[in-house]
């Protein structure tokens, strides 16, 4: 058998153009299956209450159990949900409960400072 070499990890890496040590752990999206950092995702836990899975974020990833990731994105989320790509990622066998999550990527995914009466005025001149 031919022995190994430790270096052709490094080079499939290198060739993708992807610096592990300055990205540091990647992650994959539910929703649109693209892979990202882990810090740019959003962790997500099933949690059982009283009989009932609900879907509960963890932007601070310390919640016990096996978690997935997805982007704080609507859009992310709604392809993860028509795709029932929630049960595949937690490993469930029953339903979960998605509303406190897409609670969490609404409040997320809203820009600060937006409103939803009327656009507000530019603070600049754009013939600046």
């Known amino acids: 058998m031919r022995p190994r070499r430790g270096t052709d990890r490094i080079r499939v890496r290198r060739e993708r153009e992807v610096d592990l040590l300055s990205v540091g752990p990647t992650r994959t ?8 950092p882990a810090d740019r995702l959003l962790r997500f836990v099933a949690a059982d209450s009283g009989g009932n899975l609900r879907l509960l974020p963890d932007p601070a990833r ?3 159990g096996r978690g997935a990731h997805l982007h704080p994105d609507p859009a992310c989320f709604a ?3 028509r795709r029932r790509a ?3 990622a937690l490993r469930l066998t029953g339903l979960a ?3 406190l999550l897409a609670e ?3 409040m997320v995914s809203v820009p600060c400072g937006s409103t ?3 656009a507000s005025p530019p603070r600049h001149d754009p013939a600046r």
């Open 29 to 36: 999206c539910v929703g649109c299956r693209k892979r990202a």
């Open 62 to 64: 310390r919640l016990p």
């Open 79 to 81: 392809q993860a949900e």
């Open 86 to 88: 929630f049960g595949r």
């Open 97 to 99: 409960n998605p509303e």
């Open 104 to 106: 969490h990527i609404r």
């Open 116 to 118: 939803d009466d009327e």
